[in-house]
T-cell receptor, first 112, second 114 residues
Framework: DGGITQSPKYLFRKEGQNVTLSCEQN?????MYWYRQDPGQGLRLIYY???????QKGDIAEGYSVSREKKESFPLTVTSAQKNPTAFYLC???????????FGPGTRLLVL | GDSVTQMEGPVTLSEEAFLTINCTYT??????LFWYVQYPGEGLQLLLKATKADDKGSNKGFEATYRKETTSFHLEKGSVQVSDSAVYFC?????????????FGKGTKLSVIP
C-alpha cells in the first residue's frame, strides 16, 4: 500500500538533546513538508522540499534542521536550540509543490 | 500574510443533525481551498477541495462551495453521525507563482452524540 509513514509515534527528548523524526513516503511524490501542530492551533510550516537536495524554510524553521538526500525520505531534526519542542509533528507530501498535500500519522514529541 | 478563519469550537451535535462549519480566507486572487479532517491521535486526511470559484467539493456526505464573492468555503453535512466526531481544518493555498504553503485555520472540534 502506498502512503506516508512517520516514526516513532512517540518520542521523548531530554534537555539539550537533538532528536530526529523520520518521514518516508512510497507515493513517488516530489515535494515533502514538515508541520508543527500545537493544541488549539492550526498547522504551521517548518520546512519544505520540492526536489532532492533542496529545501526551504517555512514560518517557524528556527531550532529545526532537515535533509533531503533521497526522494522518499525527509527527516526532521529538532535541535537543542528549539526551546519549546513539545508538539505534534506532521509530515506531508505532494506530487508537485502546487498539488494536494497528503499527511502521515504524526509523531508526538515530549520533553522529559 | 494570508489567513484562514474558522468558527471556534467545540461544536456538539446530536446524531442526524445538520452541520455547518464556517470558513473564510483573506488571500487575493483565486486560491485553492481545502477541508481536512483529523481523528484523535492521527494525521490529517483530505476531506474535499475546490480550486476555482463556484466549484463544489464533496466527499462522504460533506460539501463545501467556493464562494469568491464572500471569500468563504463553509463545510456542510445534512446528517452527521457519531463517526464524524473529529477536528476539521480549513486551509488555503495561494494561487501566486511559487506558492507552496498551505495556510490552515485553527481547527473546529466536532462531537456528535447518539
Amino acid at each position: 500500500d502506498g502512503g506516508i509513514t512517520q516514526s516513532p509515534k512517540y518520542l521523548f527528548r531530554k534537555e539539550g538533546q537533538n532528536v530526529t523524526l523520520s518521514c518516508e513516503q512510497n507515493l513517488n511524490h516530489d515535494a515533502m513538508y514538515w508541520y508543527r501542530q500545537d493544541p488549539g492551533q492550526g498547522l504551521r510550516l517548518i520546512y519544505y522540499s520540492q526536489i532532492v537536495n533542496d529545501f526551504q524554510k517555512g514560518d517557524i524553521a528556527e531550532g529545526y534542521s532537515v535533509s533531503r538526500e533521497k526522494k522518499e525520505s525527509f527527516p526532521l531534526t529538532v535541535t537543542s536550540a528549539q526551546k519549546n519542542p513539545t508538539a505534534f509533528y506532521l509530515c506531508a507530501s505532494s506530487t508537485r509543490g502546487r498539488e494536494t498535500q497528503y499527511f502521515g500519522p504524526g509523531t508526538r514529541l515530549l520533553v522529559l | 500574510g494570508d489567513s484562514v478563519t474558522q468558527m471556534e469550537g467545540p461544536v456538539t451535535l446530536s446524531e442526524e443533525a445538520f452541520l455547518t462549519i464556517n470558513c473564510t480566507y483573506t488571500a487575493t486572487g483565486y486560491p485553492s481551498l481545502f477541508w481536512y479532517v483529523q481523528y484523535p491521535g492521527e494525521g490529517l486526511q483530505l476531506l474535499l477541495k475546490a480550486t476555482k470559484a463556484d466549484d463544489k467539493g464533496s466527499n462522504k456526505g460533506f460539501e463545501a462551495t467556493y464562494r469568491k464573492e464572500t471569500t468563504s468555503f463553509h463545510l456542510e453535512k445534512g446528517s452527521v453521525q457519531v463517526s464524524d466526531s473529529a477536528v476539521y481544518f480549513c486551509a488555503e493555498r495561494d494561487s501566486g507563482a511559487g506558492s507552496y504553503q498551505l495556510t490552515f485555520g485553527k481547527g473546529t472540534k466536532l462531537s456528535v452524540i447518539p
